[in-house]
C-alpha cells in the first residue's frame, strides 16, 4: 500500500458517512412540496373566488 493511501482512503470514507448522515436535502424536497401544495391550493381557492365575485358583480350590473 502506498503511503498515504490509507489516509485518503479514511477521509474519503468519512466524507461518504456524513454525506449518508446529512438529510437537509430531504427536509429542502419536503419544504418544496409542502409549498407546491399550499400554491396550488391557494390557486384553486382563488379561481373560485373569482368565478363568483364575478357572477356577483354582472348581476349588480345587470341590475343597474
Do not use: H
Amino acid at each position: 500500500m502506498r503511503p498515504g493511501f490509507a489516509v485518503k482512503e479514511g477521509w474519503m470514507r468519512s466524507a461518504l458517512m456524513a454525506l449518508r448522515a446529512d438529510a437537509s436535502g430531504a427536509t429542502a424536497i419536503e419544504y418544496a412540496l409542502i409549498a407546491g401544495l399550499i400554491s396550488v391550493s391557494i390557486l384553486i381557492w382563488a379561481m373560485s373566488i373569482g368565478t363568483s365575485v364575478s357572477s356577483f358583480l354582472t348581476s349588480v350590473a345587470t341590475s343597474l
